[in-house]
């Protein structure tokens, strides 16, 4: 009985440690993408270097609850900056089209068309259902090396992380955060699971898009 009763305190404590070692890998893999993509974010459009074409990352207009996703309106509102001010010539939005019903590029093509982004400067990518497939997607078929990545802050940093580590030349632009709310915590949270992941996928797993196909021609501003 006593033996029992060992090897079940043993058994807590290892999975106790494990977790515990598990939360520290991430702290120091958090820690580590912080501080390498920290130069290479930009939060004024006024500073930040002008570059050929923006890749925007997708995401839903809408909660599942209803309610209106701020991180979604602010990024549609950096882009529209960026291109306006001239520090782009050309947008290309990759999003999750995985059902007729559910399509993030088009949504925000409709809503940068109505900041006034021309529609013939705006290229879709249907395809970028993870941030790893958007990245790659954004050199392999749509043949961008050197531009900017437009989301927030928490996003943006693994995004950096991708591209770099893909040997691309990328900068990235913050949207406007929503700090503070229940959406906000959820997605940090949801981050720092989705940044071992990527480590996993880049270092061990080596993980490629789940979509290529044929190159496609981006319209750039004159």
């Given at each position: ?47 930040i270097p002008s570059k050929k074409a ?23 509102r950096a882009a529209a900056e960026l ?78 992380y991708i591209a770099h580590a893909r ?56």
């Amino acid at each position: 009985m006593k033996s029992e009763k060992l090897r079940r305190l043993l058994s807590i404590k290892f999975l106790a440690l494990l977790f515990a070692g598990l939360l520290l890998l991430l702290y120091i893999l958090n820690d580590s993408i912080v501080s390498q993509t920290s130069p290479f974010i930009y939060t004024d459009s006024k500073t930040i270097p002008s570059k050929k074409a923006a890749l925007l990352l997708g995401t839903a207009k809408y909660f599942a609850t209803g309610q209106r996703n701020y991180f979604y309106t602010y990024r549609i509102r950096a882009a529209a900056e960026l291109f306006k001010k001239g520090k782009v010539r050309a947008i290309v939005i990759s999003g999750d089209n995985s059902t007729k019903r559910y399509d993030e590029p088009t949504t925000m093509k409709n809503d940068l068309i109505a900041l006034g982004v021309p529609a013939r400067y705006i290229t879709l990518d249907y395809a970028g259902f993870r941030t790893l497939d958007s990245i790659v997607r954004a050199r392999e078929i749509f043949g961008l090396d050197d531009y900017i990545i437009i989301s927030q802050r928490f996003h943006l940093e693994r995004a950096l992380y991708i591209a770099h580590a893909r040997g691309h030349k990328a900068i990235g632009f913050v949207a406007k955060d929503i700090p503070g709310t229940a959406a906000a915590y959820r997605m940090l949270f949801r981050e720092y699971l989705a940044r071992g992941a990527a480590f996993a996928d880049l270092h061990i797993l080596y993980r490629e898009p789940r979509f290529l196909g044929k190159q496609e021609r981006v319209l750039y501003r004159q």
